[in-house]
């Protein structure tokens, strides 16, 4: 059973707004904000996705189009792989019984042979929890997010976030993807939401053959990158 720490946010949300361009939420005092993930997408120049299509087309001898297709796809499985291992994170830590998914779809890997190496790593790693898929802000920044989990990992209060991936992900590629940034991101917006600090990330990464990785860093060391991206962003806008 895990312990799970009661706590007052101040500065609760209203509501979430979406449109074309992305995921926004709006504060109790009425300013909206867009998620981080959000502004990461506007930063993409999109030049990463022409590469992804060039390498798949190049594997499987195919035009363009039809590899375009398949990273629609690859994409497709990841966010529905990745949404069922976050509810069953969600469902474990709140010490709630796993219920087996009903979904009218067949997913590309076995969710089980993911969710056992993840049940022992939140076992083994994870206490006294403060917080699970809680959406948090920063007027500083003018962001808004969902962080995954805020919790204790090995004794230290972290910001944790899950991510499903085909392949294990070295720490270089979690940093090109900008998960640490995020991180750092969703450690400003709790304190400004509860005024408590937190100076310890960890990226949970489970690929799709069932192994699992942690990747531990300490916040500061991305607190540069997450300002120099809010001033690109400035200037796109």
Request: glycine residues 4%; hydrophobic residues 35%.
């Amino acid at each position: 059973m895990f312990t799970h720490v009661k706590h007052n946010i101040e500065r609760p949300f209203v509501k979430t707004d979406h449109d074309d361009t992305g995921h926004y939420y709006i504060t109790d005092k009425g300013k909206r904000y867009p998620s981080i993930t959000t502004m990461f997408k506007l930063l993409d120049d999109g030049e990463w996705k022409k590469f992804w299509i060039a390498s798949v087309a190049k594997k499987h001898n195919c035009t363009e189009l039809k590899a375009e297709k398949i990273c629609h796809q690859i994409s497709v499985d990841s966010l529905d792989v990745g949404n069922a291992l976050h509810k069953y994170a969600e469902v474990h830590l709140n010490n709630d019984k796993i219920v087996e998914i009903q979904t009218d779809r067949e997913y590309p890997v076995d969710l089980n042979s993911l969710f056992e190496p993840l049940h022992n790593h939140l076992n083994e790693h994870i206490d006294n929890i403060h917080g699970i898929e809680i959406p948090i802000y920063s007027d500083e920044l003018e962001l808004a997010g969902t962080s995954d989990c805020i919790a204790e990992y090995d004794g230290v209060l972290s910001i944790i976030d899950f991510k499903n991936s085909r392949k294990m992900k070295t720490k270089s590629e979690c940093e090109k993807r900008n998960y640490f940034t995020q991180l750092c991101a969703y450690s400003k917006m709790w304190e400004f939401c509860t005024g408590e600090k937190i100076k310890q990330g960890v990226i949970i990464v489970i690929s799709w053959d069932g192994k699992l990785k942690a990747f531990k860093i300490n916040i500061d060391d991305y607190e540069t990158d997450l300002w120099k991206k809010l001033i690109l962003i400035e200037q796109k806008l």
